[in-house]
């Protein structure tokens, strides 16, 4: 292992501490992680140990968790209490990835531009867009859709029930379990979780745009095949 100047350890320490503790260092942590080897092997390093990457905005730098190991990770049950309803199942949270996964498909014509190829995107257009690719889903014989869902850790079954169960428009949905929602709503919630993640920013007008963070993560994650483990082509085929 390499040895480090004492003070470098306690200065990438100190940065590594902010970051664990907000998840983001602002554009002086940018400038010293790109002009110090030193600071940026330390970082690197402290974030391998806890399962994360660093990752970088012109302006900011971000932790984020490179798996589901991470003690930085966003567990299933947080999210369940925090946005989703009282007695929400995986289903429910197999249904808001999926919204999340057709959000940033709009960002960057479904997968295929390393650049976004939109600005914004409006609240009834995702709700569109997702009732698209659920439409794609059904063309699959349900024989077909088991043997993706065992490729692709995702259930698409109970992500279409969950869909066709809520209302198109209205307040009022067919009766499952717990109260019901309508997909706009749905898609609301979909909106505020990725606010809180700094995904995404409401820019007014029922409309959301991708923020920095968000670019930065799906051009250096999702478009690498052995992140996304061609769950696109299957989406978007």
């Known amino acids: 292992m390499r040895n480090y100047p004492e003070q470098k350890v306690i200065q990438a320490f100190q940065l590594y501490t ?12 940018v400038q010293l992680y790109k002009g110090d080897d ?27 968790p490179r798996t ?22 995986n289903g429910d949270l197999y249904l808001l990835y999926f919204t999340v996964l ?23 257009e995702w709700v ?3 009732q698209e690719r659920i439409d794609q889903l059904k063309q699959h014989d349900p024989d077909e859709l088991k043997q993706f869902e065992q490729e692709f850790s995702y259930n698409w079954s109970l992500i ?10 209205k307040e ?21 979780f990725l606010i809180d993640q700094g995904l995404i920013v409401d820019i007014g007008n029922h409309e959301v745009a991708l923020t920095e963070k968000a670019k930065t993560i799906v051009q ?6 052995e992140y996304n483990r061609g769950i696109f082509e299957f989406i978007y085929g």
């Open 172 to 192: 009022t949905a067919k009766k499952q379990s717990g109260n019901t929602i309508s997909r706009l709503s749905f898609i609301d919630t979909a909106r505020r």
């Open 128 to 130: 569109h867009l997702v």
């Open 160 to 169: 279409i029930e969950k869909w066709d169960a809520m209302d198109d428009i």
């Open 68 to 89: 589901k190991l991470s003690p930085f990770h966003v567990s299933n049950n947080w999210i369940k209490r925090h946005y989703l309803r009282s007695g929400a199942t």
């Open 102 to 124: 057709v959000l940033f498909g709009s960002f960057y014509d479904t997968y295929q531009s390393q650049e976004p190829t939109r600005d914004f995107l409006s609240m009834d």
């Open 18 to 29: 902010t970051l664990a503790r907000h998840g983001v260092a602002g554009e002086q942590a």
């Open 220 to 225: 250096r994650f999702f478009m690498e095949m």
């Open 38 to 64: 030193d600071i940026r092997g330390l970082l690197d390093m402290f974030s391998r140990e806890v399962d994360c990457v660093i990752v970088l905005t012109s302006e900011q730098m971000f932790l984020v």
